[in-house]
Nanobody
């Protein structure tokens, strides 16, 4: 089992940047594929990005491709999401998630483990 705690959310103007972090507990972080999801008010939770257990492979939603970068530091048990060129439509609660599956499958499968979420608000 893994416990996840997100940080780094906040209020930013359109065009700005934020970096989210997700600290994972336990000694098996490197055995999990990791992902970021987000949920805007009145909308369903949606996939944002996923990364393989070793960080070598990443997948992105079309809406964030070229603007967001997912990465991980297995030595520090931490997942990151660098968000650049932010848009008002990126406003949502962002969730870190983990699963013992492939990063590819996380694009279409809800992971087993979730953090509590961190709010990102982008003003126009």
């Amino acid at each position: 089992q893994v416990q996840l705690v997100e940080s780094g959310g906040g209020l930013v103007q359109a065009g700005g940047s934020l970096r989210l972090s997700c600290a994972a507990s336990g000694r098996t972080f490197s055995s999990y594929a990791m992902a970021w999801f987000r949920q805007a008010p009145g909308k369903e939770r949606e996939f944002v990005a996923a990364v393989s257990w070793n960080g070598n492979t990443a997948y992105y939603a079309d809406s964030v491709k070229g603007r967001f970068t997912i990465s991980r530091d297995n030595a520090e048990n931490t997942l990151y999401l660098q968000m650049n060129s932010l848009k008002p439509e990126d406003t949502a609660v962002y969730y870190c998630a983990a699963d013992r599956t492939t990063a590819f499958r996380l694009m279409a499968t809800l992971p087993d483990y979730w953090g509590q979420g961190t709010q990102v608000t982008v003003s126009s």
